[in-house]
T-cell receptor, first 116, second 114 residues
């Protein structure tokens, strides 16, 4: 595909359930980012990968959040024992990164997670 | 910590007129980039314009231009000849320098009236 894709687009989970959100970045993009966007707010950084290495996970709100990118392409964000405050849109973005500093991040459509 | 502030939650503009969106930021980085992203309703976020902090010349992309005041840490976006398709949420973001991650403002909803 031409752009960043995310699945599922919508996810409803009961409180306490585990969820897994998938991101397929643009082919060849080295960097991959996860952001959390609460209703009416701007995206907030969660974590960042360069290839398979997770270089920054300072934004993950708790140890219930875990992200991986084992082969340096597809990434999965996992949330264990979901809570109502986890309800948000989870955005994935990718960039060439090493091509130029300050490179554009290309965003996916997001996964809207609702925890009931 | 880096912060980005967009103080106007909503604005409206008449079609074909000009509108300016304001943004201020704070960073301790000496070299960084600033961005304006657009998020149309139910659509993906896309880059509108980018400014490199070490460049004094303001960035321009067709109808979009910025007024970058480094000393004041201000980064406003001007949209000229507004079109209906410009209606969206606009987010100011900073600062790639030592870190790749972006810090976003809360966003501003722009309405374009025909």
């Amino acid at each position: 595909g031409a752009g960043v894709s995310q699945s599922p687009r919508y996810k409803v989970a009961k409180r306490g359930q585990d969820v897994a959100l998938r991101c397929d970045p643009i082919s060849g993009h080295v960097s991959l980012f996860w952001y959390q966007q609460a209703l009416g707010q701007g995206p907030e950084f969660l974590t960042y990968f360069q290839n398979e290495a997770q270089l920054d996970k300072s934004g993950l709100p708790s140890d219930r959040f875990f992200a991986e990118r084992p082969e340096g392409s597809v990434s999965t964000l996992k949330i264990q024992r979901t809570q109502q405050e986890d309800s948000a849109v989870y955005l994935c973005a990718s960039s060439l990164a090493t091509a130029e500093p300050g490179g554009e991040q290309y965003f996916g459509p997001g996964t809207r997670l609702t925890v009931t | 910590a880096q912060t980005v502030t967009q103080s106007q939650p909503e604005m409206s503009v008449q079609e074909a007129e000009t509108v300016t969106l304001s943004c201020t930021y704070d960073t301790s980085e000496s070299d960084y980039y600033l961005f304006w992203y657009k998020q149309p309703p139910s659509r993906q976020m896309i880059l509108v314009i980018r400014q490199e902090a070490y460049k004094q010349q303001n960035a321009t992309e067709n109808r979009f231009s910025v007024n970058f005041q480094k000393a004041a840490k201000s980064f406003s976006l001007k949209i000229s000849d507004s079109q209906l398709g410009d209606a969206a949420m606009y987010f100011c973001a900073c600062c790639q320098g030592g870190s790749e991650k972006l810090v976003f403002g809360k966003g501003m909803k722009l309405t374009v009236n025909p």
